[in-house]
T-cell receptor
Framework: EPEVTQTPSHQVTQMGQEVILRCVPISNHLYFYWYRQILGQKVEFLVS????????KSEIFDDQFSVERPDGSNFTLKIRSTKLEDSAMYFC???????????FGPGTRLTVL | GENVEQHPSTLSVQEGDSAVIKCTYS??????FPWYKQELGKRPQLIID?????GEKKDQRIAVTLNKTAKHFSLHITETQPEDSAVYFC?????????????FGKGTKLSVKP
């Protein structure tokens, strides 16, 4: 069964550094999402992406964040200048059509020192 | 925007008992309500979902009910087993548009004691 994949599984970075988290959604899916989960807390929506543009973003998704789908398979989340509070698990998700369920990737644990 | 409240935050039951987790949502336009199970360090896994045109849905030991008027929905797990122990999240979404982002509740840590 096809799955959403994410790399790396764990990323450690210094405060102020840029990070890029990568996701490969399921191949025939059209809608893509990033969520984050701070340790022990709920999953929070960051951004949705459809038809090569952002369709919605939360207040967490400020100017330090950006998303890109550089080719037909990858979907990336960039954090330009990481802060300590960006430490979290970041999940990518994809959706086939607007009436289907979302499938989550295994997550990338980001640790900002 | 949508806000989802979930109760209780922790729930401990004996193996074989039933467990009920309740959620409320604020946006009457939400029409899709999935439940996810998350084991420690793993991704959320969809266990059951319900759409707003249905009041109840059942899948073996798991059932979900939806009351659109009251804007609340519940997860029922019967004959609980130790492997049901995990954190359960409810969520709400508006399917059919270009968004579909999920708004999650804070989660319920379910412990099933053998």
């Amino acid at each position: 069964e096809p799955e959403v994949t994410q790399t790396p599984s764990h990323q450690v970075t210094q405060m102020g550094q840029e990070v890029i988290l990568r996701c490969v959604p399921i191949s025939n899916h059209l809608y893509f999402y990033w969520y984050r989960q701070i340790l022990g807390q709920k999953v929070e929506f960051l951004v949705s992406f459809y038809n090569n543009e952002i369709s919605e973003k939360s207040e967490i998704f400020d100017d330090q964040f950006s998303v890109e789908r550089p080719d037909g398979s990858n979907f990336t989340l960039k954090i330009r200048s990481t802060k300590l509070e960006d430490s979290a698990m970041y999940f990518c998700a994809s959706l086939k059509g607007s009436y289907n369920e979302q499938f989550f990737g295994p997550g990338t644990r980001l640790t900002v020192l | 925007g949508e806000n989802v409240e979930q109760h209780p935050s922790t729930l401990s039951v004996q193996e074989g008992d039933s467990a009920v987790i309740k959620c409320t949502y604020s946006d009457s336009a939400s029409n899709y309500f999935p439940w996810y199970k998350q084991e420690l360090g793993k991704r959320p896994q969809l266990i059951i979902d319900i759409r707003s045109n249905v009041g109840e849905k059942k899948d073996q030991r798991i059932a979900v009910t939806l009351n659109k008027t009251a804007k609340h929905f519940s997860l029922h797990i019967t004959e609980t087993q130790p492997e049901d122990s995990a954190v359960y999240f409810c969520a709400a979404s508006k399917l059919g548009g270009s968004q579909g982002n999920l708004i999650f509740g804070k989660g319920t840590k379910l412990s099933v004691k053998p």
